[in-house]
């Protein structure tokens, strides 16, 4: 396999889960970690000429649950 993007998701104040996606395009959800593991791995992953994502906000505004809107009779 071989991958070139990571994508990192904030899940609550300390945890983040990462997203590794390989050549053909799918994604695989790769691990969740620690602030200071995630700082190491996105530089890591920079220095290897990765992309490197947060996609918080997006999955953020993806999640949000719109008002139910009522019928007008």
Do not use: H
């Amino acid at each position: 396999m071989y991958y070139k993007r990571m994508a990192y998701c904030q899940i609550d104040e300390t945890r983040y889960v990462t997203y590794i996606f390989p050549k053909w395009g799918k994604y695989l959800r790769y691990k969740i970690l620690t602030q200071q593991e995630l700082e190491l791995a996105v530089s890591k992953c920079k220095l290897a000429g990765w992309k490197v994502s947060n996609v918080t906000k997006l999955t953020n505004k993806m999640l949000e649950i719109q008002p139910q809107r009522t019928a007008k009779s």
